[in-house]
């Protein structure tokens, strides 16, 4: 450190002209890397102002190194890939569901080439953009028509907005749901401009509550899946099968808000049985909603399925321009449902299903390989052990079932003093290039590994490295 003795900073030209910058113009831009050689120069100006820069701290060449380092943390993408091994495979705040390669591909080629997104390649005439999924679901579910928007909350206020403006909507006051994120029943009922008629008590409704509920303003009965809750106990709900009959026989329609979007009986690949898209059609629902990017493992959207002439009523709404789904969705939806049509190829194929079907004794191993490795670059500072642990389907599906896992889990060396261990290591795993997610429950930082698959996992290694202290 000099003070008081005067440091010559370089030239912005001269800097300019050194061939590590030449380097960075030609990566960044002219303009990027000279506006950033002139932030850096006056930097440096205060702060030999204040007597704090040395020679050496203002030569060309430190200056294009630190330059570089700007460049590059300044094009960094803020949307960011990371390791989730958070437990719950399809978390929301992670962007729900992995596509599988069939949808990825085609999103490539969305992206760079025009589509028939609109355009019907038979008669050269403009077509609608549903038709390009319709014909599947229908095949999938059972149902007459369909049509998709943004995501579930879109088609769900669809729904409610074209069937129940200015009129009553029968629900029972156990499902009146709030999913995380703002998502409340009442509110979008609300907002959709229908009039939500509660009926029952929370942990028992009958159908008699139904019926007494129905009068001349009720447009519609809706039962809403109890995604992210149960009710246990002494508790009663009217099944669709009983609900549909009573509202055909006062010709008003029956919509079901399914949330997660199940297309097949996941009982078959080893987990719990969750209520399917055709399930509930053929139990009489004449509208069924759900997630796009939840179990059935595609992009986010909301799909409504049913009956012709609800479908029909429901497209020619104006929200449903408002709410439509890009070419992008449409790309990556159709092979995700086509995946659909091998029941018996799906758990190899279909991403979710297979990290929702890997054994935990897959896991396991990948514990034993990742212990010493991550016991050697935490120190004596941390204890990584081995542990059996559950993981969540996550985004409200069957929310009480968990999936036996394994992974590793670290705790505070016994004697030694930081002041937050577990909060200070959490934010070292976020801080790598590829940040890693994990979770801290009593007083371990777990990391499940049900979401690191094999062909990931050397990446995950060849980072550890990088952990800063
Ligand atoms: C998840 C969920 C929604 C919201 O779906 P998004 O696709 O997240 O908009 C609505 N209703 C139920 C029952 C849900 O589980």
Redesign the pocket.
């Known amino acids: 450190m000099t003070t008081g003795q005067t440091v010559r900073l370089p030239s912005v030209d001269r800097i300019l002209g050194d061939a590590a910058c030449l380097e960075l113009i030609a990566q960044y831009g002219r303009v990027q890397t000279l506006a950033c050689a002139r932030v850096l120069l006056a930097e440096l100006r205060a702060a030999m102002l204040a007597g704090a820069v040395c020679e050496e701290g203002a030569s060309i060449a430190l200056i294009a190194a630190q330059m570089a380092e700007r460049l590059q943390s300044q094009s960094r993408s803020q949307l960011r890939a990371v390791f989730n091994l958070s437990g719950t495979v399809l978390h ?1 705040n992670l962007g729900r569901a992995l596509l599988p390669d069939a949808a990825v591909q085609a999103v490539v080629e969305a992206l760079q080439w025009p589509m028939n997104l609109e355009f019907d390649l038979d008669t050269g005439k403009r077509g609608d953009r549903d038709d390009l999924v319709e014909q599947l679901l229908r095949e999938l579910t059972g149902a007459e028509a369909a049509t998709i928007v943004n ?4 088609a ?1 206020l669809l729904m409610l907005n074209t069937l129940a403006q200015g009129k009553e909507v029968i629900v029972s006051r156990g499902e009146l ?1 709030e ?1 995380g ?1 703002a ?1 409340r029943i009442p509110d979008v009922m609300m907002r959709a401009g229908a009039v939500l008629r509660e009926v029952g008590s929370t942990n028992r409704t009958h159908a008699h509550d139904y019926a007494e509920g129905i009068n001349q303003h009720t447009a519609l009965l809706m039962k ?2 109890c ?2 809750y149960a009710i246990t106990g002494f508790t009663k709900s009217v099944e669709l099968d009983e609900l549909a009959p009573l509202a055909a026989k006062h010709a008003i329609p029956t919509a079901v ?4 979007g199940t297309l097949v009986d996941l009982a078959p690949y080893g987990l719990p049985h969750e209520t399917t898209v055709r399930e509930t059609i053929a139990a009489g629902a004449d509208l069924v ?1 759900f ?4 179990l059935l493992g595609g992009p ?1 959207c ?1 799909v409504i399925v049913g009956r012709a002439d609800l479908i029909a009523q429901i497209k020619r709404n104006p929200l449903k321009r408002a709410l439509r789904v890009g070419k992008l969705t449409l790309a990556a939806l159709e092979p995700v449902l086509r995946l659909y049509r091998a029941p018996d190829l799906l758990a190899e194929r279909l991403s979710t299903l297979r990290l929702l079907t890997r054994p935990a004794a897959a896991m396991r191993a990948q514990a034993e390989t990742l212990l010493p490795p991550l016991q050697a670059v935490l120190g004596a500072a941390y204890v990584v052990t081995m542990e059996a642990m559950k993981s969540q389907i996550g ?2 599906a069957l929310p009480v079932d968990q999936l036996p896992s394994f992974g590793l889990g670290v705790r505070s060396a016994p004697g030694a003093r930081l002041s937050n261990p577990l909060g200070t290591l959490e934010q070292r795993l976020r801080a790598l290039p590829r940040p890693v997610i994990g979770r801290i429950a009593q007083d371990t930082l777990l990391l499940d590994l049900r979401c690191l698959e094999a062909a990931h996992q050397a990446a995950f290694l060849a980072q550890l490295g990088e952990l800063r202290p």
Do not use: E, Y
């Open positions: 929301t995501n579930n909350a879109a769900v749901v999913i994120g998502f809403v899946h995604s992210n808000d399914l949330g997660s909603t997630s796009g990017d939840k986010q909301g985004s409200g």
